[in-house]
């Protein structure tokens, strides 16, 4: 479905995130036909730059991150032409006249900050005092949003000085994966599971985001953040809210958020015993984590395991745990919902235990499992195997790579005024709320992550969390 005519500006348009997703995902959103013909991306930064070099530059981020380039060259030449560049100074007031110049009457105007946050209130304002925003004007902003929730309040006290909460896109781009909106249609789209959804029938839940990267060329930003800012207190959180959330009266921005909010509220504080922290260590032809974040005395975490537990009626003790670091064994993202066993075996104790396990894969190989038991096949009596009952993705909907990027949903999403997918301002402060003391008192403990070495599960002390209680850890892979 085409989306209305829009000039969507993009602070840090020379940057990382412009040149890897923004810009790409653009790119195939104008392929699919649903960017207006006349739409303008404008890229607006420090670097002086010229248009045709940003075209140039964008076409080469075209080439290298697009997914997969189902455009022919002529597509990507008319694509470019709807671009254009502005040199613009976020604290001062070159380039400011520039822009307005470039923008249009009568179309929605959107405006990325895809930037260090500490520039968000100066953007926030010259929009506002230059006149180029107006009150239908959309702003989206990026992750770190605050990293306490000190910080995360000032940053929405900026943004609210000029703009309402309806005109504010704050992007968590794990809600624009295919499988995390999946989640809450196979939630809400179907009878059978919502009487099962609770501490009565799920015997607890995983959640694991395992990534092979490390901290990559970005170890300065994530050594003072860590996994649990960086990965917990955004991603894993917003996994925990659509599992964990009561069905919303309707599919509507404030409606699902205001359940997603109660769930963050309702989190218990964890104790120590129940956190675990790792960092990476080498291996005989990798790095460490100290080596890679430059500082070789870093309690910073590169993995983080939680036992978490939300205090409602639906949940009450059950255990939600929660892994995700870098550098293990493979890349893997999935939610685990796994049921308790029957309340009596017939097939007697030789049948052995078994568990129904409706399984979230979000990445790679996205789609959804639901572990059954039934009876081995052939002859040899009643013996009792799991197997799972598929839909995968490739198979429903055809090749994987037209699957569109979260990216690419999420800034339509935008140009639509959709914010359903979008973090509002009191779900992140919840979400600092609760974080921010189990960071205090591992800081105050002075904890030392427990090394793990590249290319593992992770730390064995989250291993031994979950057998404490008897359970383990789902496989990796
Ligand atoms: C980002 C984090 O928000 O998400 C990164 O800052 C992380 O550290 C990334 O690697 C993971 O995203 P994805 O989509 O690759 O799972």
């Not at 000039?7 to 653009?26: E, N, S």
Request: net charge negative; proline share 5%; charged share 30%.
């Amino acid at each position: 479905i085409p989306v209305d005519d829009f000039d969507l500006v993009i602070f840090g348009g020379t940057g990382d995130l412009a040149r890897r997703k923004i810009l790409p995902g653009l790119y195939r959103r104008y392929c699919s036909g649903q960017m207006p013909a006349d739409a303008r991306i404008i890229g607006a930064a420090r670097s002086d730059f010229g248009t045709a070099e940003f075209r140039d530059m964008v076409r080469d981020a075209i080439n290298e991150f697009s997914q997969k380039n189902d455009c022919d060259e002529n597509k990507i030449e008319q694509f470019l032409g709807q671009l254009h560049y502005v040199t613009i100074d976020a604290k001062g007031e070159d380039g400011w006249a520039e822009l307005k110049g470039l923008m249009r009457d009568g179309v929605v105007k959107s405006f990325y900050f895809s930037v260090a946050p500490s520039l968000f209130g100066a953007l926030a304002e010259r929009l506002h005092t230059n006149e180029i925003s107006d009150k239908d004007s959309r702003i989206v902003v990026e992750k770190p949003f605050g990293r306490d929730l000190e910080t995360a309040k000032a940053l929405n006290a900026d943004l609210a000085e000029h703009f309402d909460e309806t005109q504010i896109y704050r992007i968590d781009h794990y809600l624009g994966k295919e499988t995390v909106q999946n989640l809450m249609a196979v939630r809400f789209g179907n009878i059978l599971f919502e009487p099962l959804w609770n501490a009565q029938f799920i015997d607890h839940i995983q959640i694991t985001v395992a990534e092979t990267v490390g901290v990559g060329g970005r170890g300065e930003y994530y050594d003072r953040a860590g996994a649990m800012r960086d990965m917990v207190q955004n991603h894993l959180m917003q996994l925990l809210c659509l599992i964990a959330m009561e069905p919303p009266s309707k599919y509507d921005p404030d409606a699902v958020r205001d359940e997603k909010l109660k769930v963050i509220r309702a989190l218990e504080p964890i104790a120590p015993h129940h956190i675990v922290r790792g960092q990476y260590d080498a291996t005989e032809t990798e790095q460490s984590y100290r080596e890679d974040a430059g500082d070789p005395k870093s309690r910073t975490e590169s993995y983080i395991a939680l036992r978490c537990e939300i205090a409602n009626w639906r949940w009450a003790n059950t255990p939600i745990y929660m892994r995700t670091g870098k550098k293990l064994k493979a890349r893997a993202s999935e939610i685990a919902v796994v049921f308790k066993e029957t309340p009596h075996s017939i097939f007697g104790e030789e049948a052995g235990k078994h568990a129904n396990v409706l399984r979230i894969r979000l990445q790679p190989n996205e789609g959804i499992t639901l572990q059954v038991t039934i009876k081995e096949p052939g002859p040899g009596g009643m013996r009792l195997i799991d197997v799972p009952l598929d839909m995968s993705f490739a198979d429903a909907l055809g090749d994987e790579e037209d699957v569109p990027d979260a990216y690419e949903r999420l800034i339509m999403d935008v140009m639509r005024g959709n914010q359903t997918l979008f973090m509002r301002g009191d779900e992140v402060e919840a979400a600092w709320a609760w974080t921010d003391p189990l960071i205090n008192g591992w800081t105050a403990r002075n904890d030392v992550p427990k090394l793990y070495d590249v290319g593992s599960a992770g730390p064995s002390d989250a291993d031994m969390m979950l057998k404490r209680e008897k359970r383990a850890w789902r496989e990796i892979k």
